[in-house]
């Protein structure tokens, strides 16, 4: 499993993965995402990041951060596609992209990420690598976090 930028050479694998229908209303389709990334409407960094096994792309991923704070940065758009899940990628990826976050930007002290309250597969994924449920509720999602 490696992470990969994702560029004008491999956004259009990008577009192809697809999460299953009754996962659609947790997390943000990689066509919303990849919009995000090329208008900022937070006005701060979105790099989208492809999730790789081997050459094919398995997964997607933003990271984001307000451009007035350098010590935290956010996962958005976190997703496997549906013909990988329950593979072991979820896991290896979010492993993956903590390290890269803490490589990137040395002066990142906290990861930030949000969660619908229903999602228990994510949330279990998320607190068995740490993140903390801080009980704030962003734009109808639960905020968690992860000190680093």
């Given at each position: 499993m490696n992470l990969r930028e994702v560029t004008k050479e491999n956004w259009l694998g990008a577009l192809k993965l697809e999460v299953y229908p009754d996962q659609h209303a947790f997390v943000p389709s990689v066509t919303v995402c990849l919009a995000k990334a090329y208008i900022k409407p937070e006005n701060g960094l979105v790099v989208p990041f492809g999730i790789y096994s081997g050459e094919t792309m398995v997964g997607f991923f933003t990271i984001t951060h307000d451009s007035n704070r350098m010590d935290r940065f956010w996962i958005n758009g976190?997703?496997?596609?549906?013909?990988?899940?329950?593979?072991?990628?979820?896991?290896?990826?979010?492993?993956?992209?903590?390290?890269?976050?803490?490589?990137?930007?040395?002066?990142?002290?906290?990861?930030?990420?949000?969660?619908a309250h229903h999602n228990e597969v994510?949330?279990?994924?998320?607190?068995?690598h740490g993140f903390v449920n801080t009980g704030t509720v962003y734009e109808g999602e639960t905020v968690y976090l992860l000190q680093l």
């Amino acid at each position: 499993m490696n992470l990969r930028e994702v560029t004008k050479e491999n956004w259009l694998g990008a577009l192809k993965l697809e999460v299953y229908p009754d996962q659609h209303a947790f997390v943000p389709s990689v066509t919303v995402c990849l919009a995000k990334a090329y208008i900022k409407p937070e006005n701060g960094l979105v790099v989208p990041f492809g999730i790789y096994s081997g050459e094919t792309m398995v997964g997607f991923f933003t990271i984001t951060h307000d451009s007035n704070r350098m010590d935290r940065f956010w996962i958005n758009g976190f997703q496997i596609d549906k013909n990988y899940q329950r593979k072991g990628y979820g896991k290896a990826a979010l492993a993956g992209i903590i390290t890269l976050l803490q490589k990137l930007y040395p002066a990142c002290r906290t990861v930030g990420l949000t969660l619908a309250h229903h999602n228990e597969v994510a949330r279990k994924l998320y607190e068995s690598h740490g993140f903390v449920n801080t009980g704030t509720v962003y734009e109808g999602e639960t905020v968690y976090l992860l000190q680093l």
